[in-house]
């Protein structure tokens, strides 16, 4: 059957623009995900330990490391994409250097105040989910405000991106129904188990 996949009316490959980012701090206004344009998709690296011996060398895995997520948003005028961003900076503990004598301007910036949710839903063509990515303990290690530029009539946009512990991706087998709770990383240690 993988041979004969392309020739199929019902073979559909997962397309780059059919996604929802859904990001943000809990009690603070989030984006729109009509201003959202793009997202990478979690990845990761493995560091490598060597071991010579005589007139050779030898290679082990040594620790993943998952890579930053960075995402773009339209600034957009109403509900202002740049004072959603500056809350989530406020709320994550940052503190202007003013009234350095008040209890409150002592604040610092936490990873416990920082973490917000990131979830990337790859979608259909009806808009059903098809699979899942989540970003786990995610906050903002970035964020490129843009410029402006007499020469240019784009639209302003921010860069943002995102440091987090780890992700998992949970895949859906049935379009009419969410994602399964269990990553396709823990079905594949079962079915390892079971095997």
């Known amino acids: 059957m993988s041979a004969k996949f ?3 009316p019902g073979a559909e490959a997962k397309r780059k623009y059919r996604y929802i980012l859904d990001v943000g701090k809990a009690d603070l206004e989030s984006y729109e995900s009509w201003v959202i344009q793009k997202v990478n998709r979690p990845s990761f690296s493995i560091s490598e330990a060597t071991h010579a011996y005589l007139n050779h060398q030898f290679y ?4 993943l490391t998952w890579e930053n997520v ?3 948003v339209v600034d957009a005028v109403n509900r202002d ?3 959603i961003l500056m809350s989530w900076l406020s ?3 940052y503190r202007l250097p003013r009234n350095a004598d008040q209890a409150d301007a002592k604040g610092t910036i936490s990873k416990g105040s920082s973490v917000m949710k990131c979830i990337i839903n790859a979608i259909d063509a009806d808009g059903n989910q098809v699979d899942q990515w989540e970003l786990h303990n995610a906050w903002i290690l970035s964020a490129n405000l843009g410029e402006y530029d007499y020469t240019s009539d784009d639209l302003m946009s ?9 992700a998992t991706y949970a895949i859906n087998n049935d379009a ?3 994602p399964s709770t269990r990553t396709a990383f823990e079905k594949l240690q079962i079915g390892k188990s079971s095997g």
């Open 81 to 83: 994409s740049t004072g």
């Open 70 to 72: 960075s995402f773009s």
């Open 6 to 8: 392309w020739a199929s």
């Open 158 to 166: 921010i860069d943002i991106t995102l440091k987090y512990d780890y």
């Open 91 to 93: 709320a994550s503990g």
């Open 60 to 63: 082990f895995p040594g620790r």
């Open 176 to 178: 009419n129904a969410a």
